[in-house]
């Protein structure tokens, strides 16, 4: 487990010549903040903490959590349930004692914001068509939703015009290409949800 910055996308040929898009990820270096165990806690998980924040914009409680397992304070804190844990508070994660080329790994992040979207973005309707039979306006309408006098409503789930993007995506399966530990770089084989700079969550799998 990880947590790290999406760069962008770039592109690198294989062995064979075969082109691989791909996206580079800033991952880690993370501190290891806290550790829940089953006796104290209930469950068993690693809380890590990644990128640097000045201490005057932390508050109390968070300084004290920090300065109790010995780091200096973190912007981003993430807690990544696990069975055999075996780091401790204080300590560091980087890219080479997680992941190695050839690993799959699972990245969660943000997807981009889109707004409010109508029905042929959000959902890719093909549209009413046959605008020259009277349909000056309606050419990106959804169309009828609802029904007749039995059941009178609008079912819910229907899909329609609304808010799109800006949700929580996890994409499993992705191949590690390559791995850069002295920048703290990984390449991951295609996309990955989010916008550049936008945190994301690599968990091995």
Known sequence: MLLG???GMTSIFSENGEYVPCTVIEAGPCAVVQVRTLEKD?????????????????????????????????RHIKEFRMDNITVAPGETVTIETILQIGDKVKVSGTSKGRGFQGVMKRHHFGGVGMSTHGQSDRQRAPGSIGSSSYPSRVFKGM????????????????????????????????????????IVEIVKL
């Open 5 to 7: 910055r999406k760069l």
């Open 42 to 74: 209930g469950y068993t998980a690693v809380q890590l903490g990644y990128g640097e924040i000045a201490e005057r914009k932390v508050s109390q409680p968070l300084a004290g959590h920090f300065k109790k397992a010995g780091i200096a304070p973190k």
């Open 159 to 198: 899909r329609m015009a609304g808010r799109m993007g800006g949700t929580r995506i996890s994409i499993r399966n992705l191949e590690v290409l390559d791995i850069m530990p002295d920048q703290n770089l990984l390449v991951i084989k295609g996309s990955i949800p989010g916008a550049i700079n936008s």
